[in-house]
């Protein structure tokens, strides 16, 4: 039904940047709330941050406030994460999600994921 795939991951020295985009399938992309996840190798997946359906609300981590900042374009069906200040401790592999709710920090929110992107931030 909605098809979600993330791009713009790979490999940065710790200070680096990098911007991660997903592009999402169909004609209801404005209709959905957006959040990016990650998981680290031997972690649970954990909530980055989230934008409500016009990009009028942000939702973000403690962890990722200041540095991480999330957008939406309506027009072209794309979320994006911009990463700042990257630390090892970013290092996971980044999902894309869709919530056709209100959804904003909770995994079980999301109905539709993407495959992933890997962040590798070396030190």
């Known amino acids: 039904q909605v098809q979600l795939v993330e791009s713009g991951g790979g490999l940065v020295q710790a200070g680096g940047s990098l911007r991660l985009s997903c592009a999402a399938s169909?004609?209801?992309?404005?209709?959905?709330?957006m959040g990016w996840f990650r998981q680290a190798p031997g972690k649970e997946r954990e909530f980055v941050a989230a934008?409500?359906?016009?990009?009028?609300?942000?939702y973000y981590a403690d962890s990722v406030k200041g540095r991480l900042t999330i957008s939406r374009d309506n027009a072209k069906n794309t979320v994006y994460l911009q990463m700042n200040s990257l630390t090892p401790e970013d290092t996971a592999v980044y999902y894309c999600?869709?919530?056709?709710?209100?959804?904003?920090?909770?995994?079980?929110?999301?109905?539709?994921w993407g495959q992933g992107t890997q962040v590798t931030v070396s030190s």
């Open positions: 999600a869709a919530s056709d709710y209100l959804g904003t920090k909770s995994l079980n929110e999301y109905r539709y």
């Open positions: 934008i409500n359906s016009s990009g009028g609300r942000t």
């Open positions: 169909g004609r209801t992309f404005s209709s959905y709330t």
